[in-house]
Structure formats: C-alpha cells, structure tokens
C-alpha cells in the first residue's frame, strides 16, 4: 500500500469527520503499523504494544476533529501515540521495571548452565533468534520513559529534531543533548555485556533456555518469529509524509518493522461497525 500525501490524508480527514466511515477506516489503516511499531518498542512485548494500539487508534477517532493540520497527520498521531504511551500502566515492565545494573547483573551471574532443556522440540536457533529481537525491545525498558521515547524516536524513527521536540513538547536542543547521552549509555552496556551487538560475553543461544524458564520467550508462541514484517520503505515513506510540511529531507533507516497483528485489528473493526460516527464529526 503506498502512503498517501498529506491533501490525500487532509481530504480523508474532512471526509471522516463529516461521516464517512470508510474514510475513517482508510485513515486506521495508514497509520496502525507504525503506531504498533512504536508501542511495541515503548512497551517491550507483542500482548501490551497490542493493547496500548488499539487504545491509541481508538483515542485517534475520537479526537480526529480536533486535527487541524497544522503539522502532519502522522504527527498528530505520534504525539497522541507518545503521550499514550509515556503514561501507560497496564503493561509488564511497569510492574516489574528493569534497569542497566539489573540486567547487566543477570548477563553476568545467572546460571544458565544449570538449566534443563525446555526448547520442545524447537530448533535452538530459532529460538536464538526469537530472543535476540526481543531483548533487543526489553533492554530499552533500562532506560526511563522519557528516555526511551527519545531514543526511539531519535535512534529508531530517526525523526528530524524540530518534529521530535514538537512531539516530546521540548526544544530541538535539548531533544538533540538527551538524545546524544542516552545513545551513549546504551552504546556502552551492550560494549560491555552483549556478544551479539558488542564485544561482551552474552550470547542469545547460550541463553536459550535461561530465558524459556524465566517466562522471556515462548518456544509455542514465538511473536517475532511469526509476526509479518513490513517494508522499511513503508516506515520511510511514513517519516517523509512527517517532514514534508517542513521542507526536510534525511536519510532513513529502520531495524524490522511489523504489521499490526490481524487478529487484534478485528476489535477495532468492530468499533467502527458499531459506534456513532456523530463522535468525531466537527462541531
């Protein structure tokens, strides 16, 4: 699916407003992937990054009159998204939350050699693989909420500074400083601890089973193994639809994108066949 322009969006915006509802469902589909793309970063897990999606789109609907275009429509998103996201309670790691020094002393003083096989029968390798991109999302729950945010925003959206301050509501500067230290620290815990992306001792194999018995991975549901992988043209598209109002340009890149799970996108279809379309229409 291509991306639409920003007159495309703006007429699906006027269009839904005044009750169209396929408009509105066209204007769901645009921007579902990477609002799930987002959340699952933020939250660490495919279950909470689900829910805090629907939450999102549905809290989008309902405000959509409110859009004014005055920055992109995916702009707009992105800061319903975030401050969503930065205020969400219902998911794992704010629960438990992590930090550096904890799972840096997990890398270091677990015995994973003591632990039995639990693959199931499921190819080691696989599962390295499975673990790899989900420590990969839970070790950005070290960082605190507003730096994690940040960090996506900047390391993995690579968004332009001027639209993540106007998305974190903080200067450019002062996005660029925090961002600049945050990438730093998390350059140096994985120099120090992870085998896979720096020089430490951790690698996802010799931890296969380790992270089976401490509830990490599922060998019976392994999410990133079966989650459908998106274009990174379709991510970079979504950035330009988000600098096109400011004239930037910037190179993109972006560490595996996923489609917003099918069977979760029932519930918010569900939603629109049955609410008031009179919610979002302009007073």
């Not at 699916?1 to 007159?7: E, I, L, S």
């Not at 790691?93 to 994973?112: C, M, Q, T, V």
């Not at 199931?120 to 420590?135: F, P, Y």
Request: net charge negative.
């Amino acid at each position: 699916m291509n991306k639409k322009t920003n007159t495309e969006i703006q007429d699906l915006v006027d269009k839904a407003t005044a009750g169209d509802k396929s408009a509105l469902e066209m204007l769901v589909e645009e921007v579902q992937d990477i609002v799930f793309n987002l959340s699952l970063r933020m939250l660490g897990t495919f279950a909470d990054a689900e829910d805090a999606t629907q939450d999102i789109l549905l809290k989008m609907i309902t405000h959509l009159s409110s859009f004014r275009g005055d920055s992109s429509f995916t702009t707009w998103v992105f800061s319903i998204a975030t401050h969503h996201l930065k205020n969400y309670k219902k998911h794992m790691f704010a629960r438990h939350p992590l930090s550096f020094a904890y799972y840096g002393d997990d890398i270091e003083n677990a015995k994973i050699q003591d632990v039995p096989d639990l693959t199931q029968n499921v190819e080691k390798d696989i599962l390295a693989e499975e673990l790899k991109m989900s420590c990969t999302n839970v070790m950005l729950q070290c960082l605190d909420v507003e730096s994690r945010c940040i960090f996506i925003l900047g390391t993995m959206f690579q968004l332009d500074s001027r639209i993540a301050g106007e998305i974190l509501e903080m200067t450019p500067e002062a996005y660029r400083q925090r961002l600049s230290r945050i990438r730093k620290k998390m350059a140096e815990f994985l120099g120090q601890y992870c085998g896979e992306y720096g020089g430490g001792r951790c690698k996802c194999r010799d931890r296969v089973n380790y992270a089976i018995q401490n509830h990490r991975i599922n060998p019976l549901q392994l999410d990133y193994r079966t989650a459908a992988e998106i274009p990174v043209q379709t991510i970079r598209d979504v950035k330009h639809a988000m600098e096109e109002i400011d004239d930037l340009s910037q190179d993109f890149s972006f560490c595996k994108p996923y489609r917003y799970p099918e069977h979760t996108k029932s519930l918010i279809q569900d939603f629109l066949a049955s609410t008031q379309l009179s919610i979002i229409r302009k007073s």
